[in-house]
């Protein structure tokens, strides 16, 4: 594997260095593959959607589980939606789908999937947590954690050149074509059987978490209007400025600045392209708190976004806003 030299290692912004061990230790939680339990291959859960029958012979998903205890799944190949319902007496009749990210390659669904949905359905919000395919990864652990490995040692090597174009690179665009037909997928799905999930077919919205935030902008965006969701949330994914549909739906989005994935030299191009569209927009920049802070509570301020996310909710008519 060909490492960056000394030189450009010591040029390496502490930020960038943190960010690889950081994704390694949540991944892995290791250099070393040995160190760690193999995954666990299983089908989907007793209580999972299928949304898109798995090709013939697959092979099941690999669920990991890092040192934190934080689960992650790979090699997903038969798409999935799980609804978290709220309690009767609290429910709102508001829907929210939610996307984990990963890079494509695993979905990090204890942090960004699980314990979102379950916020919401304790505040009345029925959650459904989409389990979208993803790119194949090596089966073996060891062979994985070298994979894995290998591409942030790229990113380090290119940490010194001027930011990507922060939009899916042309090997991600399979991947996120799939992951956009299976958010599709979900949000007709829930529609669909919305009176059975005492949801409101006018009221569903999608929230994503990097890999998952470029799903819920594709997703929030696209021509089919008929599987568009009625209102998105990107968090931590791309700032590139994109053409705005006059009618997009309303975006909420949320990032900490010292995240060197998506804020690395933008111009947040998205915020100004939805102002210029004139559409409904509130963006929320915190000061720390990296990328893939989600439900970890990594600095009290960027675990904010979500109490902010269901306040701007309330803003938009979505819930109730609490009578004094």
Known sequence: MKRPNQASANRMPF????????????????????????PTERQVRPNEIVLRPAPRRAQPEQWMVNPRGYRSVRNVVTPTLEPFLPDPAIATGAAV????????????????????????????IAAFVLKYRLRPTPREHQDFMAALQARYTRMAASANAPAPTPSP????????????????????????????????PARVGFVGFSAGAFTALAVGLDDDRDARPDFIA??????????IPSDAPPMFYAVALDDQLMVRDT???LIRSYREAN?????????????????????PNSAMWIDAFHAWMQDLGVVPTPQP
């Open 97 to 124: 789908i939610v996307a984990p990210g990963g890079g494509f390659e695993t979905l990090e669904i204890d942090n960004e999937g699980y314990p979102v949905a379950q916020w919401l359905a304790d505040h009345g």
């Open 15 to 38: 930020a960038m260095r943190a960010l690889i061990l950081s994704a390694l230790f949540l991944c892995g939680g290791a250099l070393s593959a040995h160190a760690q339990p193999a």
């Open 234 to 243: 990107p968090i931590y994914g791309s700032m590139a400025a994109r053409e």
């Open 267 to 269: 111009d947040f191009g």
């Open 279 to 299: 559409r409904p927009v509130e963006a929320h920049f915190y000061s720390s708190g990296a990328h893939g802070f989600g439900m970890q509570r990594k600095t």
């Open 169 to 200: 690179a042309p090997d991600r665009n399979e991947a996120l074509n799939n992951a956009l037909e299976d958010a599709q997928a979900a949000v007709r799905l829930v529609r669909a059987r919305a009176e059975e999930w005492h949801v409101d």
